[in-house]
């Protein structure tokens, strides 16, 4: 654990959640976001939060020049107690865990032009529910070319592996959960002139699920759900003054599965598109708002069915009381569903995570989110509940930080699920989580 020339521990400084198995995030609200729409960081482009979220020290003391290059060293050590790691009703099974969290990050200097690699592993141990043991990692190379003063061209390209947690949404209850790899690929072009802006995106996401056991009867293999995803993404605003933007943010997708029929016979190719509209503010110097609201629609090829939305987001950092940080995390979209019986789910996912300074050393941090998935059946079946799952996560924790290198803090986090049809494989359970999280930064 030691970066030359510094040896020590640091508590990640946003709001942190525990080890909720199988799952590299930062917080409850933006774990919650990420479960379900997961995105992936490319400068100035229209993204929600990385995984893991970009590094934003701007401490002198953490860093290590690489020529023309900084690179960010960083390594946690997470370990605590998970008293329902399957996520099921009573009786339950507990869980001590180790989770193991490397990360190194290499950032350009230059004043022109950006170039940034990230790599970054999450590996966790569960001694007495060795299936839930995972191991999960991030590749990712993006940049920006800046091409003239106000014009550029961003791109990114990843390889990344997760695990599907039990008791979040959408997934299929399995001894041992599916992983999921995926390849991103995504270029954008970014204008300005005067105070009229717009951003041209375009971006292929390729997934492969893997099963290690046996899911319900319900649920569709990983063969099934192998897909590639595109999007075409265009954003163009105005800014109305030095502090307030406005934006219109229509885009198109296409999902295209590599079995033309899934094991229930489904063929679940489809279109889509977004339109929406929202507004940027910057409140001061630490406080950035985004918001946007508008409507979604997915329309399956051989169904003829279409689902509807109305979509909706919040993000951005609110720091009007110096002591305290607020994050919100609010987001709605339309969700592939990895069961036989519904085509889709439309997840709404609300929460705020929290940095608070007690008194130097000392913070406090946590969070809370709520997330609903409302399931769309597929056409045509007999004995379909309808069906909506509930989940709700909380955490709190202290943090003892006396410089930027060093901190040490505990971590309590709540969760519970619940379904309106638990009978057909509906979430119902709640779980506790107590951990004790070391980070070791340069």
Known sequence: MIWSPVVGWALLSCAVSVAHAQVDTSSPAWQTLDQQTPQLDLPDASTTAPVPTARSDSSNELGIRVGAFTLYPEISLLTGYDDNVFATPAPTSGSSFVVVRPQFELRSDWIRHQVRVLAYGDFGAYPSASTQNYQNYLLQADGKLDIRYDMSATGLIALRRSTEALGT????????????????????????????????????????????????????????????????????????????SVFLAPSINQRVYVDSLNIAGQQRDSMGWVVNAGATWILGPKSTLEASVGTARQSYTMQGTTTSALIFSITGTWNGYEPLTLRPAINRSINESALTNYENYVSTVAGVDFTYDIHFPWK???????????????????????????????????????????????????????????????????????????????
């Open 169 to 244: 949404p959408n997934v299929s209850f399995a001894q041992a959960p599916t992983v999921a790899d995926s390849l991103p690929v995504e270029l954008g072009f970014n204008h300005r002139f005067n105070r009229l802006f717009y951003q041209l995106t375009v971006s292929a996401t390729k997934y492969w699920f893997y099963d290690y056991s046996t899911i319900i009867s319900f649920g569709l293999p990983s063969s099934s759900r192998n897909r590639t995803e595109y999007e075409e993404r265009f954003r163009v605003g105005y800014e109305i003054s030095d502090n307030l």
């Open 364 to 442: 406090a941090v946590g969070g809370i989110s709520y997330n609903q998935a409302d399931y769309t059946q597929v056409p045509g079946l007999a004995d379909v509940n309808p069906r909506t799952d509930t989940f709700i996560k909380a955490s709190i924790g202290l943090l003892y930080q006396v410089r930027p290198e060093y901190s040490i803090g505990p971590i309590y986090e709540y969760s519970q699920g619940s379904s309106t049809d638990p009978a057909a494989g509906g979430p119902q359970f709640t779980r506790n989580m107590f951990s004790i999280r070391l980070v070791a930064k340069r």
